[in-house]
């Protein structure tokens, strides 16, 4: 099969076009001969060298696709040879086929192509675990997303709205701004010139807000401690702003804060198939009504993941950057 391998760290260019073999599905697990591709973050660390792939996972890059199912271990996945699913994989869906496991598999949405559908699972997997799991976002509760354009805010934008709470998102212009808030988002803060905190603090009558789901960290993170409100959470995705920074602990301690982090790929087979479980029972259906629409930016053929990777390394994206695989 075609495949794209990170030859060596370093730039873009370092992503190849080569030969591989097809890969063989084990126990639980399905193969996917794949028509579509997402690319996201943490695939550019890890041509960087700096997100080590875990241990028996492919090298090849690439943690979510969509295509038919040909093969595999079929028993009791509710799945048929010729479905058409999306899957969250732990590497290796740069390539013309990728094995997931079963439990990892959702059906395309109603009314999707497989292009859309491989837009999914990374970010939608992401949101729910870290905003609606470990971050408890409840009810009457409101949400601040932080990179609002990117493909992790557009779906944190889409799915909180849909799910009827209020929602405020950071963007690094004027132009991404309204982009959020035509998604949903009520007001959308450009955080090159404005104080994300005071503005929070400001529409919400000072009360501040339930959560917020953090990509940036460093020191954004002692102002959005400010702007919590009492019993608020922090949940943290990512380090684009640093790994380290200065927390005021009496204010977590006086306002009951909760800041929390995770990262989705070392986890285990069953923590990700009980997260694929609530999607589909809870967020596919929005997904196939319309309510909630995937946001994507560019299409590159496999043998372009080079360019691709580099139009991500702008941050100028709104939504998913994709690669197409194969037509069939």
């Known amino acids: 099969m075609r495949a794209i391998q990170i030859t060596q760290y370093g730039k873009p260019e370092v992503l ?61 996945s509710g799945f048929v040879i010729g479905d058409s ?33 491989a837009s999914l699972p990374e970010t939608y997997f992401t949101v729910w675990s870290n905003v609606f799991d470990r971050a408890r976002l409840s009810a009457g509760e409101s949400l601040l997303v932080q990179g609002g354009t990117s493909g992790i805010g557009v779906t944190a934008i889409q799915m909180a709205v849909a799910l009827g709470h209020r929602v405020f ?14 998604l949903g988002a009520e007001r959308g803060i450009n955080y090159r010139t404005e104080d994300f905190a005071e503005i929070l603090k400001s529409l919400t009558a000072g009360r501040g807000v339930d959560v917020i789901l953090d990509m940036v960290a460093g020191d954004y993170v002692p102002r959005e401690i400010s702007c919590l409100a009492d019993d608020g959470r922090l949940a943290i995705i990512a380090l684009l702003g640093g790994a380290k920074t200065e927390v005021d602990l009496a204010q977590v301690l006086r306002r009951r804060l909760t800041v929390t982090g995770s990262t989705l790929r070392p986890r285990s087979v069953a923590f990700k198939g009980a997260i694929a479980a609530s999607l589909r029972k809870k967020i596919w259906p929005l997904l196939g009504s319309g ?17 691709a990777h580099a139009l991500m390394e702008t941050s100028s994206h709104v939504g998913k950057i994709m690669l197409q695989v194969s037509d069939v």
């Open 85 to 117: 699913v999306c899957a969250l994989v732990q590497g290796g869906g740069y390539a013309e086929y990728c094995v997931a496991p079963a439990l990892q598999c959702l059906p395309v949405p109603v009314g999707l192509s497989p292009l859309e559908a």
């Open 291 to 307: 309510q909630i629409k995937p946001v994507i930016h560019q299409i590159f053929p496999l043998s372009d993941a080079a360019a």
């Open 169 to 182: 998102a950071t963007a690094g212009s004027d132009d991404k701004c309204r982009v959020t808030e035509r």
């Open 16 to 76: 190849q076009l080569c030969e591989r073999p097809v890969p063989e599905p084990k126990a639980g697990e399905v193969l996917i001969r794949v028509q579509a591709a997402g690319i996201n973050r943490p695939d550019v660390l890890q041509r960087l060298g700096h997100y080590p792939v875990p241990a028996g996972a492919s090298d090849l890059p690439g943690l979510e696709v969509a295509g038919e199912i040909v093969g595999g271990d079929l028993h009791d």
